[in-house]
């Protein structure tokens, strides 16, 4: 176990922003000191250009893994970046809570697109809370009589929120996604609670049931496919997967000998295995022998 005394207040830090597991804080801290260590010893003034050499020198070091020198290079830039002597600090963090300065919507959407990605949300969770939070700044930039210039705050976000559902008339769903968008980049860029939001007009929710096929009704559906489109449904249907789960798998996602597929990186970045549906076994047997002798074709044609 690495030694807890090392850049104690950056550990506080990231506890209590949540920003990493709580079981790798000590590893962060380590790397962020490892790191000031080097670029101490080759006094380095460019930060950029120390960050590339240290990298450079844990890749040269043949006991240390790819997962340890990604988690080291995130390390350092939370460190960097976000903090420094106890209280966050660079260009897109000072921009951000400095009152004096005018607000600066694209420095916000920057250092809002960083903390999605230290927290590893998918591209997708990026793109859409990067576009509520584009669309939060023009309506509230235009609201106001033009572009956006200080802060804006939780009244803001409750005028917006009842925007969307009285004059744009969006779903439950909708209103609660662009809600989240909103609360990540409150609390995880501007540093502001957002407070009591009961007074918010929401979207109403009616009453819907699930439609649910039956086993014959699928047996119909099936029976108008055929080829991969009828492999993919079946896979679908029968390992209960999302269409970008299917759309990701590769090769070694798929046991054949337990009958079971293994999902990786899926909703909330978790891993899962699923069953392998024995109805469609030779088929996608055949489907990857096809694949693997077209790779080969293709192989062959490039010289490889």
Avoid at 197 to 221: D, Y
């Amino acid at each position: 176990m690495l030694p807890s005394h090392i850049l104690p207040d950056f550990q506080q830090y990231l506890l209590s922003r949540k920003l990493v597991p709580e079981r790798s804080v000590t590893f962060y801290a380590h790397w962020a000191n490892r790191y000031l260590t080097f670029s101490k010893r080759l006094k380095i003034d460019d930060a950029a250009e120390a960050l590339r050499l240290f990298l450079e020198d844990l890749q040269s070091q043949k006991n240390i893994a790819d997962w340890q020198i990604q988690q080291a290079q995130e390390a350092i830039q939370l460190y960097t970046t976000h903090f420094h002597g106890g209280k966050a600090t660079g260009t897109a963090a000072d921009a951000i809570e400095a009152t004096s300065g005018p607000f600066v919507p694209d420095q916000v959407l920057a250092s809002l697109q960083e903390a999605i990605r230290v927290k590893h949300y998918s591209l997708s969770t990026e793109r859409t809370y990067l576009d509520w939070a584009r669309r939060f700044f023009d309506y509230t930039g235009n609201r106001k009589g033009g572009p956006l210039r200080e802060t804006p705050g939780a009244e803001d976000i409750r005028e917006f929120l009842t925007h969307l559902a009285v004059h744009k008339k969006v779903s439950a769903s909708t209103q609660n996604q662009a809600f989240n968008a909103l609360l990540f980049l409150f609390r995880n860029v501007l540093k502001i609670e957002m407070g009591d939001m009961s007074s918010t007009i929401r979207a109403k929710r009616g009453p819907k049931l699930p439609v649910v096929l039956t086993v014959e009704e699928v047996r119909q559906l099936f029976s108008h496919m055929e080829g991969k489109q009828l492999l993919i449904a079946q896979v679908l249907y029968g390992a209960g997967l999302r269409l970008m789960e299917l759309a990701r798998l590769r090769v070694k996602d798929i046991d054949f000998g337990s009958g079971l597929i293994f999902v990786r990186s899926s909703k909330g970045d978790k891993d899962r295995s699923t069953i392998l549906p024995g109805a469609v076994r030779e088929s996608l047997q055949q489907h990857l022998t096809e694949i693997k002798a077209l790779h080969n074709q293709d192989l062959a044609i490039c010289g490889a």
